[in-house]
């Protein structure tokens, strides 16, 4: 595959950090390379903003209504700009609140003091991360911004081991419990940027970093292509509403929906209806029709091209799949071949007691996660959910949503 750039498929961002002094930089870089970026601060108190922006000195040796006017002054504009960055201020991180962001950029202290302990700042950090996270969130990945990232404590061997080993660990162990785990985990200096101020080689230093994450490199070839291909339909249908529009002088828009709904009737083989409600379940499947020419694109596109995934062919989980159990059963069989081959007959009761033995050994197979996991990808090849007001959808299986049941 070729090196990854994420400046390809990231379109939208979340900072999560305590000092907007130290992110702004940050997110006027992210905006500016088409990436709308949200602002979370988790403790605004430790934000010393206004202190950073106006030098009160001054006021503060003035007496009375002078005083008073020119703080009022101060406040005013105070409010004014925090109205101005109030396009990216996230007032509250709700539970199951993020679902779309495909970078978030996660401060580690957020400056609490009962947290100094940098080993109960990254729980807490990683802990609000978990309670804001959809378990339907697409997928993403996690930059440590942080100035603690590098720092080393006492790993649990007694060892020195960074925070940022730790954070990994963490992160990939059990810590988001049912929450999707991030695609990737790159730690940035906070410091290298903003005290710098520079943020040119912002996307280029994560780059860097992740040419080694074949399954970072692997989703963000992925998603760039299907991204593409979906503009490639979206630009077909457009196509042939235009053509259409041009003969029958409707509006474009018009014809859009009308080439589209015939090609969801065609596709299906639905029954043409004049009830309303059926308008429902026809524009539900107009997505699915449209997703079926997606695949199309995306089929043709990959056979041509030139990638590289694997390092061999060699197929570890057929291998896992392989038990003893399953041995016994090929022994057996090729067994019986070369007795057949070379004409030989095993007595009826001979025969029997093999067949006794394979069965035994048949029925203490142990179904393992690897059988589990292949259930449930054959169950999704096999099967589409639907809502269960879909009756008459012919030629293909479907199973009704919350139901173990098949319908033909």
Sequence with gaps: MENIDISRWVRSALVVDDKWGEVKNLIQILNSNGVSTSYYNPNPENDYLKDELFDTSEVDELDGTVKEVAQQAIDSAYEQILDALAYTRMESLGEGSLTGYDLIFLDIDFGFDHLRDVKLQVNYAIQRLKDALNEESSPYGLVVWSKESTSPHDGEDGEAESTFAYI?????????????????????????????????????????????????????????????????????????????????????????????????YTHFGF??????????????YSFSYLSCLLYDYLNSHFC??????????????RNRLYTPELQVKECCNNFQQILQKNKITLSDETQTELKKVVKTFASNEAQTVVHNVLAELNFRALFDRVRPDLKDLPGLIHCGEFKNKAVV
């Excluded at 041509?304 to 989980?317: H, L, N």
Aim: charged share 30%; glycine share 2%; net charge negative.
């Design 271 to 284: 029954t043409e209806s004049q009830d309303k409600e059926f308008s429902d379940t026809l524009s539900r």
């Design 304 to 317: 041509k091209k030139d990638i590289t995934v694997f390092e061999d062919p060699i197929d570890s989980i």
């Design 168 to 264: 990994k660990d963490f992160l990939f162990g059990d810590a988001l419990e049912n929450k999707p785990k991030p695609l990737f985990v790159v730690d940035l200096e906070k410091a290298d940027f903003w005290v710098s101020g520079d943020y040119s080689e912002l996307f280029q230093t994560i780059n860097e970093k992740l040419q080694t994450d074949k399954m970072a490199k692997f989703f963000a070839y992925w998603n760039r292509e299907v991204l593409q291909s979906a503009a490639f339909v979206c630009r077909d249908f457009q196509h042939y509403a235009e053509i259409l529009s041009q003969e029958s002088n409707e509006h474009f828009q018009t014809e859009f929906f009308n080439i589209l709904k015939h090609a969801t």
